[in-house]
């Protein structure tokens, strides 16, 4: 599903990852954790194409989009890749069914066929009754269901969560972590999440550590950065 080698990026003199090896299978929800400045939203950014590694390859869903250009890319993130931001990411002005449909108008499907798709993804997020309201009339565990709707729409290869439940409160961050995994149970999807949060981490079917720009082996013992 997700194959990446060799991954390396700097900003200026600093080399934020060191080559970075990495394979996910689909149907995985994968956790990647790490101290802060570990490098873990810059491999997300390269995974989700959102930024180019300065070496190496991204292999997503079969295809290689290490050389393509901007708009190829662009074209293939809309396709096959669906993003979940810590805050949600909105746009105030539209109502929770309008946010659903924008990746589906991008990608050019109709109006209808983008409605029908988004008030089935409403029912299953249980949020039918809250399609007219705009983001401010929405709790944040709402917002933040509406975001994975929003993820969903055009049926992506995978999602990739930047810290999915940092703003939410204790009983919305569970709910929204056993809803990743009623959408892997139901329709095989897969999952990156890269995440603070250790309750969610043990729940994931593998958790990746990052630190110093590389990742650890599974046997290595995470000790404690000094103050």
Same mark, same amino acid.
């Given at each position: 599903?997700?194959?990446? =080698? ?56 079969? =295809? ?47 109006? =209808? ?115």
């Amino acid at each position: 599903m997700i194959t990446t =080698k060799n991954i390396t990026k700097s900003f200026g003199s600093l080399q934020v990852l060191k080559g970075i090896d990495l394979h996910i299978d689909k149907g995985e929800v994968v956790s990647i954790v790490g101290p802060s400045g570990a490098g873990k939203t810059t491999l997300l950014q390269i995974i989700g194409t959102l930024d180019r590694p300065d070496s190496g390859s991204v292999c997503i869903d079969g =295809k290689d989009t290490t050389n393509l250009s901007q708009k190829a890319l662009a074209n293939f993130r809309n396709a096959h890749i669906g993003f979940v931001f810590q805050f949600h990411q909105l746009l105030p002005e539209f109502t929770a069914i309008e946010n659903i449909m924008i990746p589906a108008y991008i990608a050019g499907r109709s109006q =209808k066929e983008a409605k029908a798709r988004a008030n089935d993804l409403l029912v299953f997020m249980g949020l039918t009754d809250r399609a007219s309201h705009k983001p401010a009339e929405l709790s944040g565990g709402e917002k933040q269901r509406v975001a994975v709707a929003r993820a969903l729409i055009n049926n992506p290869a995978v999602i990739l969560a930047d810290e999915p439940s940092g703003s939410l409160d204790t009983k919305n961050k569970s709910e929204l972590h056993q809803l990743f995994f009623d959408l892997r149970d139901k329709f095989g999807q897969t999952f990156v999440i890269v995440t603070h949060d250790e309750q969610l981490a043990t729940l994931t079917d593998r958790t990746i550590h990052l630190r110093d720009g590389l990742i650890l082996p599974q046997e290595t013992p995470l000790v404690p950065l000094a103050p």
